[in-house]
């Protein structure tokens, strides 16, 4: 697949409209973009695969926001099936890129928003993917912050908008986490339910005050603590994990809400970047084993390992919200081991697969 054929099909990619579903069903050694130091090919539908065939190494190119949970299953995983895991972590859209531009081999590939293994990895570099998880955008600062002594959730929008504050958040371009940034500052200018947050106005002070100090969401929070930033919009995963205090934003904004109301108001955002167009959706996060696996049964094990229950409870505790089970699409060659865990599916809540 060219990159212009895949923008072509990003460009249709509207997040379609649908009934509500998924909200009802919900239930270390890493770098923010960087590599982790950590430690045949056989078919993945081969369930019959003893742990001694398995002894190797396995590749995965990921999102920042999935670092956390999937450092804490490497070395469960490791242990389990007496392999090493090789993880990389960037932005969604360049981890994607790793795939479709740059010509690099993984055995897994986890994106924070599902649409670009739909519009850019399949058909040409593989035939099915999971919706697996999901989370919601917020607003993190210092105690020390301007203003952190006022804000507030029905407030956060003056304070940001001040002369003297800095907006951090990842870049559009490369990540995911950073155009539903700009989405959510958007959507807080149009109205829901016959109201809105705040003015054009203030929208536009709230761009004037942001700026793109890094390519991923996961180095956000240092550039916080080093108060090179006054405030920060990431995935709320992130900032419930840490020690700063957080603002939790309204549900028409965060990006969250899996139902026919919310998903047409979150349509309304739109976002231009790297030559593509995002359109404003509930967050979905996707995982898939490409056809250039080199070991991709190796890799229908680590996504059995993330939609089952030992993922489930690591994805929990990292501040992620599992979609339970897991949806897979009915099309392409879904791995057995797979397949037996999630439910196969045309569309999830307003999202098309």
């Excluded at 029905?154 to 490369?174: F, Q």
Aim: net charge negative; glycine share 10%; proline share 5%.
């Amino acid at each position: 697949m060219t990159e212009q054929r895949s923008r072509r099909r990003f460009l249709q990619a509207t997040g379609a409209l649908g009934v509500a579903g998924l909200a009802g069903c919900m239930g270390g050694g890493q770098s923010g973009d960087g590599t982790t130091e950590s430690g045949g090919d056989t078919n993945g539908s081969d369930s019959g695969t003893t742990n001694a065939d398995l002894s190797g190494s396995m590749t995965i190119f990921h999102a920042g926001s999935l670092a956390p949970p999937f450092s804490a299953a490497e070395p469960k995983f490791e242990d389990e099936y007496g392999v090493q895991v090789n993880r990389e972590a960037k932005g969604s859209v360049d981890s994607t890129k790793k795939i479709t531009n740059i010509g690099r081999k993984a055995d897994v590939l986890g994106v924070s928003d599902f649409r670009l293994i739909r519009d850019m990895v399949v058909p040409d570099y593989g035939s099915w993917y999971a919706i697996f998880a999901t989370n919601a955008m917020s607003l993190q600062y210092r105690e020390d912050s301007p203003g952190a002594d006022e804000i507030s959730e029905d407030n956060w929008w003056e304070v940001l908008a001040r002369d003297d504050v800095t907006i951090g958040h990842s870049d559009p371009a490369a990540d995911p986490g950073g155009y539903r940034a700009v989405m959510a500052q958007q959507l807080g200018k149009e109205k829901f339910e016959g109201e809105r947050l705040y003015d054009e106005q203030t929208y536009q002070k709230l761009r004037e005050n942001s700026t793109v100090p890094t390519g991923t969401e996961t180095k956000l929070e240092g550039q916080l603590k080093a108060g090179k930033l006054d405030y920060a919009f990431y995935y709320r995963s992130i900032a419930s994990t840490s020690d700063m205090p957080k603002i939790d934003l309204q549900p028409e904004v965060d990006l969250s809400k899996f139902s026919t109301k919310y998903a047409e108001h979150y349509a309304k955002a739109t976002v231009e970047a790297g030559g593509n167009t995002y359109k404003g959706a509930p967050i979905a996060y996707g995982i898939t084993v490409p056809s250039v696996a080199k070991a991709p049964d190796l890799g229908a094990r680590w996504v059995e390992y993330m939609i089952t229950d030992p993922g489930h409870k690591i994805l929990k505790n990292k501040g992620l919200i599992p979609k339970q089970p897991a949806v897979v699409t009915k099309d392409g060659d879904v791995p057995d081991r797979v397949a037996a865990h999630a439910e196969a599916k045309t569309s999830v809540g307003p999202l098309e697969l």
